[in-house]
């Protein structure tokens, strides 16, 4: 594994921890999404994620599998290509239930 995919792991968990932080107050897709700029944070971070996950090297990416790198830089392409088409309950189920999870297996990965 190289430097730059732990800095890249790093990066993605601090967004993770971003989209947390902005959504937590939230009980439904419909409040957080009535929050402009709640939502567009959370989309930029999105993005940030789906950058650094393209920045991985292949063997960091073909050594952990289990992580579904190539939906992620799809979906990061969705949010820069097709903002104003974004279902934001997708998003919204998303952010409660993958990004945790992808956040778990990056501070595994790494011991962080």
């Known amino acids: 594994m190289y430097e730059t995919d732990l800095l890249n792991s790093i990066a993605i968990v601090e967004s993770?921890?971003?989209?947390?932080?902005?959504?937590?107050?939230?009980?439904?897709?419909?409040?957080?999404?009535?929050?402009?700029?709640?939502?567009?944070?959370?989309?930029?971070?999105?993005?940030?994620?789906?950058?650094?996950?393209?920045?991985?090297?292949?063997?960091?990416?073909e050594q952990n599998?289990?992580?579904?790198?190539?939906?992620?830089?799809?979906?990061?392409?969705?949010?820069a290509h097709d903002y104003f088409g974004i279902d934001f309950k997708e998003v919204w189920q998303i952010i409660q239930t993958k990004l945790p999870e992808l956040k778990i297996q990056l501070k595994q990965i790494h011991k962080l």
């Open 16 to 61: 993770i921890e971003k989209i947390e932080q902005y959504t937590h107050r939230y009980k439904s897709a419909e409040q957080w999404m009535h929050d402009e700029q709640c939502f567009d944070a959370c989309l930029m971070n999105f993005v940030v994620i789906g950058e650094m996950t393209a920045k991985m090297s292949i063997e960091f990416l």
């Open 65 to 79: 599998k289990s992580i579904e790198w190539h939906k992620i830089k799809a979906f990061r392409n969705i949010i």
